[in-house]
Antibody
């Protein structure tokens, strides 16, 4: 079964660092892009960035460039989203999602990771 | 950047009725790069339509997509109780992925 399994919910304080994960299984991890999507409380979907695990090619939405780091470790079929210094405004659900080659939507989604940043 | 505007913001219908959801792009886009998703409360989004009109695997044929240029439509021919959710269109272009703000389909 093709699936993306994300790490569990996190509660952090402002200024702390965080790295959340997205483990892929059931397909060739290096052949598909993995994107990250933010959903703030009660709001819609925002694409943050995307990584191609085959060569670690990474793209970011301009508003997230420098705010987060997206990476992938193909040896363990896992993609990551990390922050060096969290803000309260980073409180959201974060989804990873797979984008097949030659296809411009996201066909498989992780279950989401809830990140709460509060003092 | 392309902006996707969905309408209406909320659509109130009953099971068995037909739903028509709109997604308008701020400039002409390729239909190959237009997708639709729905998201039920507490769940991740699910891909419904890609390439503007192709149903994703496992999606019932009551869902159909159409459109070109700047205007795209998702139609649900006969609403089932499980179809009440929030619907998003999404576009890819110039290495950017953009979502519309969503249409809430409610009973």
């Amino acid at each position: 079964e093709v699936q993306l399994v994300q790490s569990g919910a996190e509660v952090k304080k402002p200024g702390e660092s965080l790295k959340i994960s997205c483990e892929a299984s059931g397909y060739s991890f290096t052949s598909y892009w993995i994107g990250w999507v933010r959903q703030m409380p009660g709001k819609g979907l925002e694409w943050m960035g995307i990584v191609y695990p085959g060569d670690s090619d990474t793209r970011y939405r301009s508003s997230f460039q420098g705010q987060v780091t997206i990476s992938a470790d193909k040896s363990i079929s896992t993609a990551y989203l990390q922050w060096s210094s969290l803000k309260a405004s980073d409180t959201a659900i974060y989804y990873c999602a797979r984008r097949p080659p030659g296809f411009y939507g996201f066909d498989i989604w992780g279950q989401g990771t809830t990140v709460t940043v509060s003092s | 950047d392309i902006v996707l505007t969905q309408s209406p913001g909320t659509l109130s219908l009953s099971p068995g009725e037909r739903a028509t959801l709109s997604c308008r792009a701020s400039q002409r886009v390729s239909s190959s790069y237009l997708a639709w998703y729905h998201q039920k409360p507490g769940q991740a989004p699910r891909l419904l339509i890609y390439g503007a009109s192709t149903r994703a695997p496992g999606i019932p044929d009551r869902f159909s997509g159409s459109g070109s240029g700047t205007d795209f439509t998702l139609t649900i021919s006969r609403l089932e109780p499980e179809d009440f959710a929030v619907y998003y269109c999404q576009h890819y272009g110039s290495s950017l992925y953009t979502f519309g703000q969503g249409t809430k389909l409610e009973i």
